[in-house]
């Protein structure tokens, strides 16, 4: 009869631990980021139908990086959670804080259990609030690992040199459209060469208190998501008029003048002045080409 191997348990967790790691950080980000009027919601998904954002309950959404089966499956169960909670109470006992509380009991007990594989996801649970005080963003890790999160969270991918970006450049209070601006660029600074993201390749929504409706999610599409970044984009230079004389052709008639009524010798020596070029907007960036779909990898 063989005797199995003995593994610590500390080194079994640790292994764990990694593969789960590993399989997260094949996914591309995804960002909550708190504004004026509520949070945003911003991911990398080329898929326009397998989403990464999704509502939960009145004020409540779901945002998942990872295996697409595996988070889906969370999402699932806490929208029955929640409407059972609701249901059997009153729909105010629904709140953010129980239901990453229940998340955070499963994912956990999946992990600390050796008969399965631990969860390669990551999720965010957000409940807006009546202020910006009231907002609540809680990230839960494939361990059970719970974290009240305020400002902005960042999961998936390259995590830390997105969340850098949002960090300097992130200010309390800001704009819809700053926010959205801000998300993007970020997601682009993931890697050494910096991408613009297109419409087409981002899933984005937001939970808007200002709404009048008791549910207060709501998904951006492409055309306004087109037109708000369009209009937070600087405004590109006014190019010169045809009737202006440009600056080079200025400069050579004065150095023409010069040179004739000097009488020196210096006739040939000229001073050439080069024409300011304005640096290239945003537009002018080169946009990534799409990858190519990948079933197996997590999204």
């Not at 954002?53 to 699932?76: P, S």
């Amino acid at each position: 009869m063989s005797v199995p191997f003995y593994v610590s348990p500390e080194q079994l967790m640790r292994d764990r631990a990694d593969f789960a790691r590993k399989g997260i950080a094949k996914g591309r980000s995804a960002i909550a980021l708190q504004y004026a009027d509520g949070i945003l919601f911003v991911a990398e998904n080329r898929s326009p139908a397998l989403h990464k954002v999704a509502e939960i309950y009145d004020r409540m959404a779901f945002a998942a990086v990872g295996r697409y089966n595996e988070f889906e499956n969370l999402r699932i169960a806490g929208v029955r959670l929640a409407d059972m909670r609701g249901y059997s109470y009153d729909r105010r006992d629904v709140t953010g804080r129980a239901l990453a509380n229940a998340y955070a009991q499963t994912l956990g007990a999946i992990f600390s259990s050796g008969g399965e594989k631990p969860l390669e996801v990551e999720i965010l649970v957000a409940e807006v609030g009546a202020a910006v005080g009231d907002d609540q963003i809680y990230r839960l890790t494939y361990d059970g690992s719970i974290a009240d999160v305020q400002g902005y969270a960042v999961m998936g991918g390259q995590a830390d040199q997105v969340a850098d970006y949002i960090g300097e450049h992130y200010s309390e209070g800001i704009s819809l459209a700053g926010a959205l601006r801000l998300a993007v660029d970020a997601l682009g600074h993931d890697g050494t060469e910096i991408r613009q993201l297109t419409p087409d390749q981002l899933e984005v929504a937001v939970l808007d208190r200002t709404r009048s409706q008791v549910r207060k999610f709501k998904r951006i599409s492409e055309e306004t998501l087109e037109r708000i970044l369009s209009e937070s984009r600087p405004a590109p230079d006014e190019p010169k008029s045809a009737d202006e004389p440009s600056t080079d052709d200025t400069n050579a008639g004065a150095d023409s003048d010069t040179g004739s009524g000097s009488g020196s010798g210096s006739g040939d020596a000229s001073v050439t002045t080069e024409s300011s070029v304005a640096p290239p907007g945003d537009d002018d960036a080169p946009i990534a080409p799409p990858e190519d779909p990948d079933t197996d990898r997590p999204l």
